[in-house]
């Protein structure tokens, strides 16, 4: 239900990239999640040119992305609903997060068509309904604005690899849809989008699998026992 789902991120939620996030000396600890969002926003300025600042990143946890983008001078706010992450962005990072979801986002009229950028990283594949959502993003952007993101890739080469079945992204319930190349054209065509590029893209698909072998060193380290 869909209760079930917004308590299990308010309270339970302890994805992959968020048990590995450190509150001492956060710039450094966590270097490798801050470039990474560079990244991000590089592989968005090499597709297109914003004609404004204004950007909203929709799930965006421990307010990572929205860091990059103050540093690039961009004007950004988040949103999400996991308790911990907000107050750690606002202290840590000094970034703008509401605490709402994009549906209950898109009922605050002050934010009609204000922005020029709406991303989701990794975060349509967590929703029970992701056209809803886009549905609603919609109404946020503005008429010459864009949208981007990234989600798993179901026919990918780690699904291939490894099977759906065994797939490290294979995650109810924190993942509830699954899209490749085609699924996520039609689902963006009939919220009303114009796709501009869809595929995988190497400038941010290298740094994340790059930064997921380093989630796993980690894991696997804290398991090793000295003896």
């Given at each position: 239900s869909q209760s079930y789902i917004d308590n299990y991120y308010i309270s339970n939620y302890q994805g992959l990239v968020k048990r590995n996030i450190s509150s001492f000396d956060v710039l450094q600890s966590n270097k490798a999640a801050i470039e990474d969002c560079f990244t991000k926003l590089a592989y968005i300025e090499?597709?297109?040119?914003?004609?404004?600042?204004?950007?909203?990143?929709?799930?965006?946890?421990?307010?990572?992305?929205?860091?990059?983008?103050?540093?690039?001078?961009?004007?950004?706010?988040?949103?999400?609903?996991?308790?911990?992450?907000?107050?750690?962005?606002?202290?840590?990072?000094?970034?703008?997060?509401?605490?709402?979801?994009?549906?209950?986002f898109d009922t605050l009229n002050n934010y009609k068509s204000k922005f020029d950028l709406v991303t989701f990283w990794m975060g349509l594949e967590h929703l029970r309904n992701p056209f809803t959502a886009l549905k609603s993003v919609i109404n946020l952007v503005k008429k010459d604005?864009?949208?981007?993101?990234?989600?798993?890739?179901?026919?990918?080469?780690?699904?291939?690899?490894?099977?759906?079945?065994?797939?490290?992204?294979?995650?109810?319930?924190?993942?509830?849809?699954?899209?490749?190349?085609?699924?996520?054209?039609?689902?963006?065509?009939?919220?009303?989008?114009?796709p501009v590029f869809i595929g995988t893209e190497s400038l941010f698909a290298m740094p994340y699998l790059v930064f997921g072998i380093r989630i796993r060193l980690i894991n696997m380290a804290k398991k090793t026992k000295i003896s």
């Open positions: 090499k597709r297109v040119s914003l004609k404004g600042k204004n950007i909203l990143d929709v799930g965006c946890g421990n307010g990572f992305f929205l860091y990059a983008l103050k540093q690039e001078g961009y004007s950004p706010i988040g949103i999400d609903i996991d308790k911990e992450a907000i107050p750690f962005g606002k202290k840590h990072l000094g970034v703008t997060i509401i605490d709402s979801s994009i549906n209950e604005g864009y949208i981007a993101g990234s989600v798993p890739n179901v026919k990918g080469i780690g699904v291939k690899i490894q099977g759906l079945s065994k797939w490290y992204l294979t995650v109810p319930p924190e993942h509830l849809n699954y899209f490749d190349k085609h699924s996520l054209k039609v689902m963006l065509i009939r919220a009303g989008f114009e």
